[in-house]
């Protein structure tokens, strides 16, 4: 560091910039950033490119929106609990076809997009 | 009570974090420069492939096997060991980092807790945090906790040494299997009759000092439940743990920024005592934990890990990186309880193997090292820390400018780094 010349005037005011991730993520150790590549969550608001800050720290719950694992593939869907069943079973919807949630990934807390 | 945590598979497990379509299939990480495997998973070992095998070698019953090779992806790995940690550090009072996949968690003078509860609980939260598999010894010496955890992994991932028929197990356990009994002293003890862990355990103090030195010794005491190990102690460790505790929460960043120079520099003071140079540093923020819901906010751990573009034990390079994380991961608003400095992937020091083209970088290397061990005599002689960095802005743009970074690498399998770089992000559907 050059020490030559006036002490700026704005010395010792310093601040960091404004760091989004004091918004977006509470938990850093539970939170990982996933990018949306999909097309069939329009209705809720997320389009295709949109980037999905998950926490997987929190269990998700009824109508958690929620990335979960669909087959071999990583999906974002709105999770529903059922209410016929006693034991607690969440399902989600997917063209049209329900399926029983079995492993989720984590939930979602944030859609960050670029406009 | 001393809880050893360690990732099942890790390499292995870190790059199946992001792949669901890999579940159950066989995964092999090779070495730097794809030459050896360093890491694989169950299904890999059940085809049959050793740590160790020359990539060179397997690869035809790789192709074959339908193995999914990857080169070990170290930024990916550090993510992932940062995120385990951050959580050790929220669950038990006193952490220590073993190696990049391994811990002790220390719960000093907790006497009425349900031990097995807290280890099931424990591996439950790193499930589902972070979805890596670990495994808990719970005992009451450094020693048994590793060999607890041994056990545990056939039996559901929870081992409780207090729960276990001691001797029982002690016999069925070869001494060579028990940490810090390398090959030559379980030569030793083998040309003594001591061939089991029970034996060890059994054999006295002064013997076990003459014949393998106080190191042994300790072994031992440790195996009878008596705590001999107070710091690390392995031939060639992987990695060395500095912390400070405030006595006050602080919530000022300065403040921060002197401890992590105070303590970057004992841990660069104690890797140079070991003629070892880091590849890594990680740095760790913690606030205390909150028990009560409502003070939930008060909350925040975090870390993260830079990468040297050549290994390096040279204090101003490590403190800039370290201050620079410790920027990055400081919010304001928090009253700070510790700050932890970690050197990982340790290697021996050596003079920089150059060529024609890398004159500058070996003229570096040498000034470098004019200047450490210069300030190392110093410091020998006056005390400890008489001859510091002023730490506060002073050490900015040392570190070099990443020209020579990863020069000849081969790395043809290379998973993406998903957690630290943005273009690299796993993809949802």
Not at chain 2, 180 to 186: A, E, H, R
Not at chain 2, 233 to 253: H, P, W, Y
Request: glycine share 6%; net charge neutral.
């Amino acid at each position: 560091m050059n020490t030559t010349g006036f002490p700026s005037p704005a010395q010792g005011y310093e601040e960091k910039p404004i760091d989004l991730n004091c918004l977006l993520i509470k938990n850093p150790a539970s939170s990982f950033i996933m990018k949306y590549e999909g097309c069939s969550q329009k209705e809720e608001g997320i389009e295709q490119g949109d980037y999905l800050v998950v926490d997987c720290a929190r269990s998700p719950e009824d109508g958690s929106l929620a990335v979960v694992r669909h087959e071999d593939i990583f999906i974002c869907v709105r999770l529903h609990l059922s209410k016929k069943e006693k034991n607690q079973v969440l399902y989600y919807t997917r063209l049209s076809k329900i399926y029983r949630c079995t492993e989720v990934f984590g939930c979602v807390k944030a859609v960050v997009r670029l406009v | 009570m001393i809880f050893h945590v360690d990732a099942n598979s890790f390499y292995a497990s870190c790059e199946q974090l992001f792949r669901p379509d890999l579940d159950g299939k066989p995964i092999a990480v090779l070495s730097n420069n794809d030459g050896v495997i360093i890491a694989l998973n169950q299904e890999c070992k059940n085809l049959g492939l050793k740590r160790g095998d020359t990539y060179f070698t397997v690869r035809d019953r790789c192709r074959a096997w339908g193995v999914n090779v990857f080169s070990s992806n170290y930024t990916l790995y550090a993510d992932i060991s940062t995120r385990l940690n951050i959580l050790y550090s929220a669950f038990a009072p006193e952490t220590e980092i073993y190696s990049i996949d391994e811990s002790f968690l220390y719960f000093p003078n907790w006497n009425n807790a349900d031990f097995p509860q807290m280890g099931m609980d424990l591996k439950h939260l790193v499930m589902q945090s972070v979805h890596m598999p670990v495994s808990v010894g719970i005992a009451p010496t450094k020693t048994l906790s590793k060999l607890c955890n041994k056990l545990a992994k056939s039996r559901g991932g929870v081992c409780f040494w207090d729960n276990m028929d001691k001797d029982y197990e002690l016999k069925s356990i070869a001494t060579s299997d028990i940490w810090g009994i390398g090959l030559s002293k379980t030569r030793t003890l083998a040309r003594h009759g001591i061939h089991t862990a029970l034996d060890l355990k059994n054999m006295s103090l002064d013997k076990a000092k003459k014949l393998l030195t106080i190191q042994g010794m300790k072994t031992v005491q440790e195996l009878n439940e008596i705590s001999a190990l107070d710091c690390i102690e392995r031939e060639t460790r992987q990695n060395i743990t500095t912390s400070k505790s405030f006595a006050q929460g602080v919530a000022d960043l300065p403040q921060l920024e002197t401890a992590l120079a105070e303590y970057t520099q004992l841990a660069v003071y104690r890797m140079r005592n070991e003629k070892s140079a880091c590849a890594y540093i990680s740095i760790y923020l913690m606030t205390a934990r909150q028990y009560d819901r409502s003070r939930k906010d008060e909350e925040y751990f975090n870390g993260a890990t830079a990468q040297f573009n050549h290994p390096t034990s040279f204090l101003p390079e490590i403190l800039a990186a370290g201050t620079e994380i410790l920027r990055t991961i400081y919010r304001e608003g928090y009253k700070y309880r510790k700050v932890m400095v970690n050197l990982l992937g340790l290697e021996a020091d050596n003079q920089v193997q150059g060529d024609l083209f890398e004159d500058t970088l070996i003229i570096d290397k040498k000034k470098q090292d004019a200047v450490m061990t210069a300030c190392d005599q110093i410091n020998r002689k006056y005390g400890r820390l008489c001859l510091h960095p002023g730490s506060r802005n002073a050490v900015k743009d040392i570190s070099p400018d990443g020209q020579y970074a990863q020069w000849h690498m081969k790395r043809d399998f290379l998973s993406p780094s998903y957690t630290t770089q943005i273009s690299s992000v796993p993809r949802v559907w």
